[in-house]
């Protein structure tokens, strides 16, 4: 272990082993990354867990500078444990790096251990090792669902849950959950345009553009239509709208477009820093059937999203198969993406007959207008586990947890203590 100081905190890393297949507890192993974090008041004292579950998947946890947000609030009562969740940040990285000496087939194989069953059984195994006590869990968008993967396979381990924009549908296949947050994002494309009224113009003049000339970013993708209208995953944020308006402000230099636009896009479309993103997107919904591409193959039904459509409209969070195919990072990886696509037979990630059962208490915050998690998919789950408590609010985004200070996860600390 190594501690370290920031303003106000003591920070430790800490280092664990668990099985990369945990039915085969005794094969290979892989190592788990957390920082421990604790205010610099507390640091010896004999406080109650927080472990943090990143949205995602595939990313690692944030990396703090002090008490910034949420950390803020969960510091006064808690000793946080910030998780780098299989495959990501300092945990045994799953790029095309380390697995460059394995078979599509091995790839594939080997990445159908980092979905959030797997993720919740490396939690209580860590937990195990710092506490005889359960403990409590955060769970921010992605990081929620691997609550309710945890309230259903190991609802021992837990004191109480907090779960932020993150509940989603026990039953939903990646078709369901396409076809509603299509139509979400539509809506926000609309409303984007009706605020910027001239970004209509300026993000028809790009794809034009983009038909007509192969562009290049700066790490050698390619910059098509369809990967520029992938930017709209900005919408679902808060200030999102803004951050979209701002790329488009100005995209041309002369006849092409900008080096600032192409670095723009490139930090937007570019998955460098978080592979398994990608790879697993699809994958975090599935149990039993394959998902077969399901945003390529609904998007279909949505025809706004042509990207010969005027207005054009952006995507949202979906992976499309040329992402794979596009992006230097992703590219060897395209035969083993598309065998993912095609498995079948995956696990069940949530238990609906244990979620009717459970004690721990739980609160969960919803975001009416979400354009990641679909509002009606995360209530019809809210009913279906055992004293859950919604607070549903139309005045945050997704990422409130993060752009909101304290303020989220204060409020259902309350809830669950009965204070609210």
């Known amino acids: 272990m190594i501690s370290f100081r920031h303003p106000g905190t003591v920070l430790t890393d800490r280092l664990f082993s668990v099985p990369l297949d945990h039915s085969r507890p005794e094969g290979e192993q892989i190592e788990i990354f957390a920082r421990e974090v604790v205010a610099a008041g507390k640091a010896g004292a004999d406080l ?11 990313l690692g946890a944030q990396r703090p500078e002090g008490r910034e947000g949420w950390l803020d609030r969960a510091l006064e ?63 921010q968008s992605f990081g929620g669902m691997c609550a309710v993967s945890y309230l259903s396979f190991a609802p021992h381990g837990l004191r109480e849950v907090f779960i932020t924009g993150g509940l989603p549908g026990l039953t939903a296949t990646a078709d369901d959950v396409y076809r509603r947050t299509y139509r979400t994002v539509a809506a926000r494309n609309a409303a984007h345009y009706e605020r910027y009224p001239r970004d209509a113009d300026t993000a028809r003049r790009v794809a034009d553009h983009l038909s007509g000339h192969e562009v290049r970013l700066p790490d050698g993708g390619l910059l098509t239509v ?99 195919d596009g992006d230097p990072v992703l590219r060897p990886f395209r035969q083993a993406a598309g065998i993912l696509a095609e498995r079948d037979g995956w696990p069940p990630l949530y238990d609906p007959s244990r979620l009717a059962a459970n004690d721990v208490p739980v ?31 139309s005045e945050y985004e997704h990422n409130a947890l993060r752009s909101a200070g304290g303020a989220v996860l204060g409020r259902l600390i309350g809830m669950v203590r009965g204070e609210i």
């Open 77 to 139: 009562d808690y000793r946080v444990l910030l998780l780098d969740q299989r495959g990501t940040g300092r945990s045994s990285p799953a790029n095309r790096g380390t697995l460059a000496g394995l078979t599509p087939q091995a790839q594939a194989d080997y990445l159908a251990h980092f979905r959030a069953d797997s993720i919740v059984l490396d939690a209580e195994l860590i937990r195990r090792e710092l506490t005889d006590e359960p403990w409590s869990v955060l769970g």
């Open 363 to 393: 609160a969960a915050a919803v975001y009416y207008h979400d354009m990641y998690v679909d509002r009606e998919l995360s209530m019809q789950t809210a009913a279906a586990i055992r004293g859950l408590r919604t607070w549903v609010t």
């Open 48 to 58: 109650p867990w927080l472990v943090f579950l990143q949205g995602g998947p595939g």
């Open 226 to 324: 369809e990967a520029f209208q992938s930017a709209g995953i900005l919408l679902g944020q808060s200030g999102g709208s803004h951050a979209l308006h701002y790329l488009l402000e100005d995209p041309f230099a002369g006849d092409g477009l900008s080096d600032a636009f192409l670095y723009a896009m490139m930090g937007q479309v570019s998955f460098a820093t978080g592979p398994l993103y990608a790879l697993l997107h699809e994958a975090c919904y599935a149990q039993g059937q394959a998902t077969r591409w399901s945003a390529q193959r609904i998007r279909a039904e949505y025809p706004e999203f042509g990207p010969g459509a005027d207005p054009l409209y952006f995507t949202g969070e979906m992976i499309y198969p040329w992402m794979i």
